[in-house]
């Protein structure tokens, strides 16, 4: 059984042109998938469509087998969470950052894991005290907190948009090295949406682009 389905999806946003036309695609458990394409093709609108920030205009949307609209919201956004290119901070510290959509009531039942969130900030070259400003960092920093939030959360898909788009090709390298190693341990899925270069191993991905709001692989 599919993990995440779609089936003859489309959308447009009203008065313009469908950004996503007829795309069928399967996702599976631990499936690492990289959605390449130019800047305005339509890569970070097909990332929302897995957690309803956007609902097709015709097709489906399906998470194990069921349509995504018989979910409710907070289920579908505690088990499907997406990361935008420019990453939400509030004001406060790292620790607050880190530790902050642990109220929510979408990841009520999830325990915010100080020793794996001090762990991951070393693997990222974040040498930074829990409580340092979290505003005052600069974007690629930013970023990187995000993406250890969003992976302490523990979900089952994550939707990452240009999530190394401030980064240097270093650490780029142990971004996807991260993900590759969350996706082949973790039964996490990945797909990832770029107009940037990728660094991940021969066979542990698929590649499509999109292209006049189809998918090409």
């Not at 399967?26 to 339509?42: M, P, R, T």
């Not at 959509?101 to 693997?123: C, M, N």
């Not at 590759?180 to 542990?204: D, P, R």
């Amino acid at each position: 059984m599919n993990l995440l389905e779609l089936n003859q999806v489309s959308f447009s946003y009203p008065g313009y042109k469908p950004v996503i036309h007829e795309i069928d695609l399967e996702i599976n458990e631990n499936d690492l998938i990289v959605i390449k394409g130019e800047s305005g093709a339509g890569k970070s609108t097909f990332l929302k469509l897995f957690n309803r920030f956007c609902d097709p205009d015709s097709g489906r949307v399906l998470f194990n087998n069921m349509e995504l609209y018989e979910y409710k919201i907070d289920d579908i956004r505690s088990s499907i969470i997406y990361l935008p290119q420019l990453p939400l901070m509030i004001e406060g510290t790292v620790e607050d950052n880190l530790s902050f959509p642990f109220s929510f009531h979408a990841h009520k039942a999830k325990k915010y894991d100080r020793v794996k969130a001090a762990e991951w900030l070393e693997y990222f070259q974040l040498d930074l005290p829990p409580e340092h400003d979290a505003l005052k960092l600069s974007t690629g920093q930013k970023q990187r907190i995000a993406l250890i939030r969003a992976m302490l959360l523990g979900p089952r898909v994550l939707l990452l948009d240009e999530p190394g788009s401030s980064l240097d090709s270093f650490n780029k390298k142990l971004i996807d090295r991260k993900i590759e190693t969350l996706v082949n341990s973790s039964g996490i899925s990945v797909l990832i949406a770029t107009h940037s270069e990728i660094g991940f191993k021969e066979g542990t991905y698929r590649l499509y682009r999109l292209e006049n709001g189809r998918l090409v692989q």
